[in-house]
């Protein structure tokens, strides 16, 4: 199964901007790069190009990021994450693994029912 990226984004799961510090942003340029499906060669999205700076932002953000993570306990870090940031994803699971196939160029058969 494989979905169209319009289908995708309606979910409100599918984002084509970069998450920095927390933030959604695009490329201070305006510049994107096309992402397409390998099995059909059709653009089913695109992806800010970021500049070398904001490239250096995003490591820095995860960076700082990762040091918080890994103060965390193992158990803490295997909590679920908030309901309100993955029901969405649970109830849409299905059209997500329709669109990992689109954008891997396979077949998505294994995908779990919903």
């Known amino acids: 199964m494989q979905i169209s990226s319009d289908s995708f984004k309606k979910t409100g799961l599918l ?3 970069s998450l920095i510090g927390g933030e959604w942003r695009e490329s201070a340029t305006g510049h994107r790069i096309s992402v397409s ?6 653009v089913i999205g695109s992806v800010p190009d970021m500049s070398f700076e904001e490239t250096n932002q995003a490591i820095a953000a995860a960076d700082k990021a990762q040091k918080g993570w890994a103060k965390r306990t193992a158990a803490e870090r295997a909590d679920p994450p908030p309901v309100k ?8 699971r299905r059209i997500k693994y329709g669109y990992q196939a689109t954008q891997t160029g396979r077949d998505c ?3 779990p029912a919903s």
């Open 109 to 111: 058969h294994e995908a």
């Open 15 to 17: 984002h084509e901007q």
């Open 85 to 92: 940031w993955s029901a969405p994803i649970v109830r849409k």
């Open 37 to 42: 499906n390998p099995a059909t060669g059709s």
